[in-house]
């Protein structure tokens, strides 16, 4: 049976993962550098995911050098507490992992790009020959690490499990890397589109100062309507999502490929805030709700 992960960047439902029929869980900032949580707050996580008998991984941002000082502090108090994987999302902090030993690196979906995070496929349907658009869409649906000299690198960076999306047509791709020995997560029901540095919430709420924003996205999350190419986004701090439904022939699929686990997002997007949540979208996934 496939593993199910949840993933939680607050306290509060990270609590309510720990006591649901998921086997892993995930702690921490994916996408911003000023929602790190303090050292206070990141050991209780790990205390809550232990107590629970549940493996702790922690989930890193992309950050600046400022930040990284910080997540040095992190990874020391992590290190003496036992062999965990952490999620990286940044080449300085990957590097920087080397120094801990007991901290095995877990490729996040910032560095492993995918086109088709792209939510317009009509990239592929270009006026061109079928062979051309077969090539095309053989580009787009593929992953970074399908380029033998980008896997290699981050083997020799020390690194055997990556992040990926829930993108069906992907998933033959996904098989390659498997066989090649990369033990994959796919993260479901939301895809990153878009991120960037300067966070898109707080510029349109006109705060300045990142470092002291009102945390708005941990609250709320806008919904983005794009009319003339009938796209629909979620807006939740510096990203954008796409949501993509996912479907049991396509979780037999990704069931056929191997070494994989299945990561469900905590969170009021989805209305997954509380264990019976998380548990009805688990056994939905399954098949059994």
């Not at 439902?13 to 911003?32: D, H, L, P």
């Not at 095995?104 to 079928?130: D, F, M």
């Not at 470092?211 to 003339?228: G, I």
Request: proline fraction near 5%; hydrophobic fraction near 40%; glycine fraction near 6%.
């Amino acid at each position: 049976m496939i593993p199910f992960t949840v993933q939680a960047s607050n306290l509060r439902t990270f609590k309510e993962a720990s006591k649901s029929i998921c086997q892993r869980v995930r702690f921490g900032s994916e996408f911003c550098m000023y929602d790190l949580p303090t050292e206070k707050t990141l050991i209780k996580a790990f205390n809550i995911a232990s107590d629970a008998g549940k493996d702790f991984t922690y989930i890193t941002p992309r950050v600046s050098d400022s930040a990284l000082d910080t997540l040095v502090r992190h990874f020391s108090v992590l290190n003496g507490l036992g062999e965990m994987e952490v999620v990286v999302n940044d080449l300085g902090v990957l590097d920087t992992l080397k120094k801990f030993p007991n901290l095995n690196p877990y490729l996040g979906r910032q560095l492993v790009y995918i086109p088709a995070r792209c939510p317009w496929p009509q990239i592929t349907e270009h006026p061109a020959s079928i062979f051309v658009r077969y090539k095309v869409k053989q580009i787009f649906y593929r992953t970074a690490l399908n380029y033998n000299p980008t896997i290699r690198f981050y083997r020799e960076m020390g690194v055997q499990a990556a992040d990926v999306d829930w993108i069906p047509q992907s998933f033959k791709h996904y098989k390659e890397l498997v066989k090649h020995g990369v033990q994959l997560s796919v993260h479901s029901y939301l895809i990153p589109v878009t991120v960037t540095r300067r966070c898109h919430t707080a510029r349109f709420l006109q705060e300045l100062n990142p470092a002291r924003c009102s945390r708005s996205c941990l609250r709320s999350t806008f919904r983005l309507k794009q009319e003339t190419l009938g796209a629909e986004f979620f807006l939740g701090g510096n990203v954008a999502f796409r949501y993509t439904e996912p479907q049991q022939n396509d979780l037999k699929k990704l069931t056929d490929i191997g070494d994989i686990e299945i990561v469900i997002p905590a969170g009021d997007v989805l209305k997954a805030v509380t264990k019976h949540d998380l548990e009805k979208g688990i056994m939905k996934l399954r098949g059994e709700a």
